[in-house]
């Protein structure tokens, strides 16, 4: 039997802001879930308590060696007032996947999706209830023993926070502007690409900046050794519809699985599309936008569902996708998650979990 959770109430609450005034991952509610690791003893305690934060020693692991990772998913309040998590199953197995990764020990999924679960019920007054919010859920595992030496640790923490959101980017649904990057390499195969730890996200901050400083949204990373095959998005996985065909880059250990790009794609296969999960050139990309065939680009991610590309600008070259506007395609698959998420569309494929 699975250990039960212990539940400690915050004695004050903090003020909710109003759904318009949400940004993304500023706000924190009411607790926190945590439970330890002991290498003697495995995971233990697992618990509810209020949002506080936490006394580390400074030769805690994770702070010199970066054996930490993350997960991201979110809650949404639908019309009918019942709040549902989307696809948290898929969520906890890549836990899981990136655990591994880093030696850090598994988690039983069925407890994983239990402090979810119990989390957001305790601060379920938090979940904003208008399209476009939602309550984000961020799980974390962090080294927590205190010692200097290159080893896996054997001490641990997993956390659950919260957070009311609004849109991930400040254009929210209109198409954003994404520098394709070659100077820089972000991940190779064998590498961290395919983990969500916060190794694979420090090495794109620097150029992201960069492409900020310019003008840009984001950066769209090319591969580590040719520097010519597409990628992914510093913050999430990228679409292309050429022609008829809607590719995107495969799984091959450098990019994340990201769970909204598992969605999109088997949205797009049951409507029947021909879809292809296949290594793309930016070559191939410029050579179908200077033959109008270049129809749409679209980033998917949990942070800000579909995302619309509008222009891509590489080695001085500014692509512009579609007029600059949401693509028909785009504009569906966004329809279609969203209406999911909050329960204004049947769940045919088991997608949502009530809490």
Same mark, same amino acid.
């Given at each position: 039997?699975?250990?039960?959770i ?19 991952g500023?706000v ?19 618990r ?57 020990p598994?988690?039983d ?7 979810w ?23 974390t595992?962090?080294?927590s ?5 290159? *080893?896996p640790?054997?001490s ?6 919260? !957070? =009311? @959101? #609004?849109?991930?980017?400040?254009? $929210? ?37 960069e492409a ?22 510093g913050?999430?996985?990228?679409m ?25 794609l ?9 879809v ?18 270049? *129809? ?10 579909? !995302? =619309? @590309? #509008?222009?891509?600008?590489y080695? $001085?070259?500014?692509?512009v ?19 999911i ?15």
């Amino acid at each position: 039997m699975s250990e039960a959770i212990r539940i400690t109430r915050a004695t004050t609450t903090k003020p909710k802001p109003k759904d318009g005034e949400l940004g993304f991952g500023t706000v924190f509610t009411d607790h926190l879930f945590v439970m330890d690791f002991q290498e003697e003893k495995g995971w233990y305690d697992p618990r509810v308590e209020p949002y506080g934060p936490f006394s580390l020693d400074p030769a805690t692991a994770v702070l010199h060696y970066g054996q930490g990772l993350f997960e991201g998913l979110k809650a949404f309040r639908g019309r009918d007032g019942t709040i549902r998590l989307f696809r948290p199953q898929k969520h906890a197995d890549r836990l899981n996947i990136t655990a591994r990764r880093l030696c850090i020990p598994s988690l039983d999924p069925d407890m994983v999706l239990r402090s979810w679960l119990t989390l957001v019920d305790v601060d379920r007054g938090w979940v904003p209830s208008s399209v476009g919010t939602s309550l984000y859920i961020r799980p974390t595992i962090v080294a927590s023993e205190p010692f200097l030496g290159v *080893r896996p640790a054997k001490s641990y923490i997993y956390f659950v926070i919260l !957070s =009311p @959101v #609004g849109a991930y980017y400040p254009e $929210g649904i209109n198409p954003v502007k994404i520098k394709v990057i070659d100077k820089y390499v972000r991940a190779v195969p064998g590498g961290l690409g395919e983990a969500k730890t916060a190794a694979n996200y420090a090495a794109s901050l620097y150029a992201a900046e960069e492409a900020k400083h310019e003008g840009f949204t984001q950066v769209l990373w090319l591969d580590g050794v040719h520097r010519k095959y597409i990628e992914e998005v510093g913050t999430m996985n990228i679409m292309l519809k050429i022609g008829d065909e809607v590719i995107t880059p495969p799984l091959a250990g450098t990019i994340l699985a990201g769970v909204t790009r598992d969605s999109a794609l088997a949205l797009m296969r049951e409507w029947g599309l021909q879809v292809s999960e296949r290594p793309i050139t930016i070559d191939e990309v410029r050579e179908a936008a200077g033959r109008g065939v270049l *129809r749409e680009v679209w980033g998917t991610g949990t942070a800000a569902v579909i !995302s =619309p @590309v #509008g222009e891509l600008a590489y080695k $001085g070259e500014r692509i512009v996708i579609n007029g600059g506007r949401i693509g028909e395609l785009t504009q569906r698959l966004y329809d279609a998650i969203v209406a999911i998420q909050y329960g204004t569309a049947p769940d045919t494929h088991g997608w949502t979990v009530q809490v």
